[in-house]
Nanobody
């Protein structure tokens, strides 16, 4: 049972990256999926989340990425499409799963499975 995050790299400001989080050994059907990031010297923060309540899907974005990032999911994978990247987006990005009943908590302690992290560097 594991999550595999990929897609990070070096990109210039204004560029785009597509992060993927693939699940193996279990299905994502019963989990919400969040992307966190941690910049050097800063605490880990939630960036985006996609979950489901009463049969309807919903997503969450932290204010700083609204309009630039888009989260999606299918049965076994989540994708975070990041456009118009800024230097302040530089961080290690992690995907993580939480039981759907929990919604999209910003507190990382409730998350069960974590990907290994993928580094995103935005620099000219």
């Amino acid at each position: 049972v594991q999550l595999q995050a990929s897609g990070g790299g070096l990109v210039q400001p204004g560029g785009s990256l597509r992060l993927s989080c693939a699940a193996s050994g279990f299905t994502l059907d019963y989990y919400g999926i969040s992307w966190f990031r941690q910049a050097p010297g800063k605490e880990r923060e939630i960036v985006s989340c996609i979950s489901r309540s009463a049969g309807s899907a919903y997503s969450y974005y932290t204010d700083s990425v609204k309009g630039r990032f888009t989260i999606s999911r299918d049965k076994n994978k989540s994708v975070l499409q990041m456009n118009n990247l800024k230097p302040e987006d530089t961080a290690v990005y992690y995907c993580a799963t939480v039981p759907i009943i929990a919604g999209c908590p910003g507190d990382s302690s409730g998350y069960i499975y974590w990907g290994q992290g993928t580094l995103v560097t935005v620099s000219s």
